[in-house]
Nanobody, 122 residues
Framework: QVHVVESGGDSAQAGGSLRLSCSAS????????MGWFRQAPGKERDGVVS???????RYADSVKGRFTIAKDPAKNSLDLLMNNLTPEDTGMYYC????????????????WGQGTQVTVSS
């Protein structure tokens, strides 16, 4: 069983930055392909970025050039650095683990955290 926990959600102004962190326990962290998803109110959960165990990444077009993912096996953490935020980035952000290959599809991930809220105001 893998336990996933997110942290770092907050409010920010448009153009600002936030850093989200995800920790996974229960298995060897470095074995897992992981990712970040987000869900705005009334909308589907969308993939933001995912990273393989070898560091191969896949970003959604909407965040390319603004968001960066950093995996630290020593800390068992997966951080999402979000720059130049816009109100469209508002939503609940979820960390997920267990994909076979980097994917932006939620069905590829069997393990999920409870989410952390990000709110961006104009």
């Amino acid at each position: 069983q893998v336990h996933v926990v997110e942290s770092g959600g907050d409010s920010a102004q448009a153009g600002g930055s936030l850093r989200l962190s995800c920790s996974a326990s229960g298995e060897q962290f470095g074995r897992y392909c992981m990712g970040w998803f987000r869900q705005a109110p009334g909308k589907e959960r969308d993939g933001v970025v995912s990273v393989s165990t070898y560091g191969l990444t896949r970003y959604a077009d909407s965040v390319k050039g603004r968001f960066t993912i950093a995996k630290d096996p020593a800390k068992n953490s997966l951080d999402l650095l979000m720059n130049n935020l816009t109100p469209e980035d508002t939503g609940m952000y979820y960390c997920a683990a267990g994909c076979a290959l980097p994917s932006l599809e939620s069905t590829a991930f069997p393990y999920w955290g409870q989410g952390t809220q990000v709110t961006v105001s104009s």
